[in-house]
């Protein structure tokens, strides 16, 4: 299947050793490693259940690197290749999309941040795109996925679920769902945030994961990567989601609640490093809002993977019985345990803000 696909690209399937790849929930992806010379690619094939258009996130890539290419000729950007018939989005015979990019040679991807450096230059690296973009027509953007981080849809999902949910399945989760009605405050928050026009849409990550950011060898960061996502929307989410991933040593996948944890340290350097260039990008009602954005994405998570688990894990697929109610549980903690934090969060910010 993949021969066919590698050769619109004008490339020779016997040239390359074919690896899975990545750890996403959602696309798939491949390494095609050269056997013959040096240059390497990757390979995605686009989940189309989830992304309606694949087309859409080329159009918006090319817009925003042509863009980039013109106003930062030396910002490195992970462009989509086009095929030989010139198309940055291909379908096979069995109308599965791809895309195609250059594999940045010499780039290290981690998992878990292992310490502050990383967090770090993750956290500017995502800020820099969108302060580079600050002047970018948004405009002419495509939502590739409408309504992505719309907490108070999202919120509205899980209630229309919980009316239709299995018996036993709401049983099981009766603990998650009341944890999540106790902070229900912060879908006000958002609410609020949208309909008074508190902050402006940029040109936003929404998948800022510390492995959409590759490094070289001494964790500085080179670029980052992983681009379906990007379309207009509130820093919030960015911000929010390395929250959600870096601050704790453990991810989303830990069963073991008690490993669940908040590094200070880390959040500081979360802070420092979206600020060294988003510092004086950002309002002063945005840099109120910074401590609010891990409250909002931790939370629109345990929701997400809540309603999922309630809607038979049709979204995320489960690897065992109670996947995603583990995955809620364990986002629900990481919630608790930030909001404990949160007065000494917002000083910090305070700080980092004067
Ligand atoms: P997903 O998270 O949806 O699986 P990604 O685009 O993040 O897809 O790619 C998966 C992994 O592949 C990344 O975390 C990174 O390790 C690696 N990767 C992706 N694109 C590149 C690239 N252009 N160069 C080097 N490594 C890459
Ligand atoms: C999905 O594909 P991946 O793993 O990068 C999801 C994110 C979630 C994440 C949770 C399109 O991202 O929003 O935060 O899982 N992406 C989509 O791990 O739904
Ligand atoms: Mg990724």
Redesign the pocket.
């Known amino acids: 299947m993949l021969e066919k696909v590698i050769h619109k690209y004008g490339l020779q399937f016997q040239d390359f050793d074919i690896q899975n790849f990545g ?5 798939k992806t491949w390494k095609l490693n050269a056997v013959i010379g040096e240059k390497s690619y990757v390979l995605q094939q686009i ?1 189309k259940s ?2 309606k258009s694949p087309v859409q996130i080329s159009e918006n890539l090319n817009k925003i690197g042509n863009y980039l290419a013109k106003n930062h000729p030396n910002y490195l950007f992970v462009s989509s290749l086009p095929s030989k018939d010139n198309d940055f989005v291909i379908k096979d015979d069995e109308e599965e999309y791809y895309k195609l990019s250059n594999y940045i040679n010499g780039s290290i991807a981690v998992n878990t941040v292992m310490d502050k450096k990383a967090a770090y230059e993750a956290a500017r690296k995502f800020a820099e795109f969108t302060k580079l973009l600050v002047n970018f027509d948004i405009s002419k953007l495509n939502y590739p ?1 409408p309504n ?1 981080h719309n907490l108070t849809l999202r919120f509205i999902e899980l209630e229309n679920q919980l009316q239709v949910a299995d018996k036993d399945r709401l049983e099981k989760a009766l603990t998650v769902i009341h944890l999540v009605y106790k902070n229900k405050d912060i879908v006000d928050t958002y609410d609020q945030i949208v309909t008074k026009k508190m902050i402006p849409l940029r040109v936003i990550h ?2 800022t ?1 510390i492995n ?1 950011v590759l490094f070289d060898d001494q964790y500085n960061g080179i670029c980052v990567i ?1 681009l ?2 990007v379309m207009p929307g509130y820093f919030i989410s960015d911000v929010g ?1 390395m929250m ?2 870096y601050l704790s040593p453990v991810d ?1 996948e830990e069963q073991d609640l008690s490993k669940i944890e908040i590094r200070e340290g880390v959040f500081k350097a979360i802070v420092e490093g979206y600020f060294k260039e988003m510092g004086n990008v950002l309002s002063s009602t945005e840099k109120q809002l910074f401590v609010y954005a891990g409250k909002f994405l931790i939370y629109m ?1 345990a929701v ?1 993977f809540l309603t999922d688990y309630l809607n038979n894990d049709r ?2 697929g489960a690897k065992y019985e109670e996947h995603n109610l583990t995955r809620a549980k364990n986002q629900i903690t990481l919630l608790e345990k930030y909001n404990d934090l949160e007065h000494k969060f917002q000083s910090i910010v305070a700080d980092y803000s004067k």
């Open positions: 750890s996403g929930l959602i696309n989940n989830v992304f996925l992505f929404h998948d994961k959409n992983d379906d996502t989601d959600r991933t989303e998570q997400r979204y995320y």
